[in-house]
């Protein structure tokens, strides 16, 4: 890695900048934006390494106050080791079972609304044919010319006719809305089956990862500085260490090549923290 700071830089797998005031915080993020230009304190950070993975993001920055979920690390570790472990082909298969899964989308409400409208025009246009009627049977009753009242009785009945036709479209796209929705809840319980059965299978893997990297943490606890076997159980998950050994102890089990920040005093210098946790490392002051 090569880190520059201002006018100043250093290059190597073991960088103390303990002395140089550079935050942890700033590290952290140039590691992270590896490449780019990062601001600490008026001047210019530019950390240049492997990008940063998923053992980076959970143990990567060891400082006081940073926490550590010991069996996702430790999962991450795994990752990194290309640990062979059992469920990773079941969980893949899952996965994209899970994103094959579309639930349509379906508007019942508009296709109700819709028949609603349709039903109150065409009760309109039935009361107008009734009218119609109405007036060319009272004008027959006085002999009177009803020619005018007959057209507008077939206009009516013509009207009434389309906005009944309307009405039994509207009935039948509703009817289709429903089922569709009906549809789309099986799908939908399905996507949630689905997802269930994601949630367990991601559970059972981080499980048999954090197993099978558990023996090789255990004496990596012993390892670092800082350390017991006290703070570690047989039982995989089981630590009662602190964060900043378990963050040690991950790292020096981890396949790591992008540089470690370490922001607690655990380490006389930077060559010992690389030899000991096997890990590029860069120490800095929190």
Do not use: K
């Not at 009434?160 to 099986?186: C, F, G, K, N, P």
């Not at 380490?267 to 923290?273: I, L, M, Q, R, V």
């Amino acid at each position: 890695m090569r880190v520059a700071y201002g006018a100043a830089s250093w290059s190597g797998r073991a960088l103390d900048l303990r002395d140089v005031a550079v935050s942890v915080r700033a590290l952290a993020a140039g590691v992270r934006a590896t490449g780019s230009v990062v601001v600490d304190e008026g001047r210019e950070l530019r950390v240049h390494c492997e990008p940063p993975g998923r053992v980076f993001e959970h143990v990567g920055v060891v400082s006081p106050g940073a926490a550590v979920d010991v069996r996702a690390a430790l999962a991450a570790v795994a990752w990194s080791r290309e640990e062979s472990v059992d469920g990773v082909e079941a969980l893949a298969a899952a996965r994209e079972e899970l994103a094959a899964v579309e639930v349509p989308e379906v508007d019942v409400s508009a296709a109700r609304e819709r028949v609603a409208e349709a039903r109150a025009a065409a009760e309109a246009v039935t009361a107008d044919v009734a009218a119609a009627r109405g007036a060319v049977q009272a004008r027959e009753d006085l002999d009177a010319d009803v020619d005018a009242g007959r057209e507008r009785l077939r206009a009516a009945v013509a009207d009434a006719s389309e906005r009944e036709t309307e009405l039994v479209a509207a009935e039948q796209a509703l009817a289709r809305e429903r089922e569709l929705a009906r549809e789309a809840r099986d799908v939908r319980e399905r996507r949630l089956s689905l997802a269930d059965r994601v949630g367990r299978l991601e559970r059972e893997v981080r499980a048999n990862r954090v197993a099978t990297t558990w023996s090789a943490f255990r004496d990596a606890v012993v390892a670092v500085p800082g350390g017991s076997l006290d703070d570690v159980d047989a039982e995989p998950g089981s630590f009662a260490g602190d964060d900043a050994t378990a963050a040690l102890a991950a790292v020096r089990v981890a396949n790591v090549t992008t540089p470690v920040v370490v922001g607690i005093d655990r380490f006389d210098d930077a060559e010992t923290a690389h030899q000991v946790l096997d890990a590029p490392v860069v120490l800095a002051a929190d």
